[in-house]
């Protein structure tokens, strides 16, 4: 494992610093999951949540969170973000995974910025529909894939 580079060679915190790093074109890809009880699932997918339309409001969260990525964990870069997308896949009849890809060209990796999106949408859809399951789950949530900048290209096996 490489050496942790947030932290200086006597143990303070910092910010690392990008300033010599080449712009390069990047992306992240993150995943989450929501586990719920199948009427749960059928009131998401049939749009018959009260308070709206349950994953269109936790796609809007997601890329608003992901623009405040370095606001919510401290030591990130804010980032000018080229693009954010965020989709849905029904898994089963009580599990939906989140998927975000975070696109940027710069110094530093988007890799914080989709797992902020992913989580996000997740805890979005918890709130909306609370009121009929507190019993959903969320997760895992976690890096799929990420290109570009010098670690170089990085795609997880099991996802």
Do not use: W
């Not at 804010?78 to 110094?107: F, M």
């Amino acid at each position: 494992m490489s050496e942790l580079t947030h932290f200086d060679d006597e143990g303070a915190s910092r910010m690392v610093d990008v300033g010599g790093k080449d712009v390069t074109a990047r992306v992240a890809v993150a995943e989450s999951f929501v586990t719920m009880e199948p009427a749960t699932q059928r009131l998401i997918l049939d749009r018959q949540v009260s308070k709206g339309d349950v994953l269109e409001i936790a796609r809007i969260a997601g890329i608003m969170a992901t623009k405040k990525t370095a606001d919510l964990i401290p030591l990130c870069h804010p980032l000018s973000i080229s693009s954010v997308r965020l989709d849905y896949e029904v898994q089963n009849e009580t599990t939906i995974r989140i998927i975000a890809t975070v696109k940027i060209d710069g110094k530093t990796g988007v890799e914080m910025e989709a797992l902020t999106a992913v989580s996000i949408t997740a805890l979005t859809i918890y709130d909306m529909c609370k009121a009929v399951d507190r019993g959903m789950s969320l997760g895992p949530t976690r890096l799929v894939e990420k290109s570009g900048g010098k670690s170089g290209h990085f795609i997880r096996e099991d996802a």
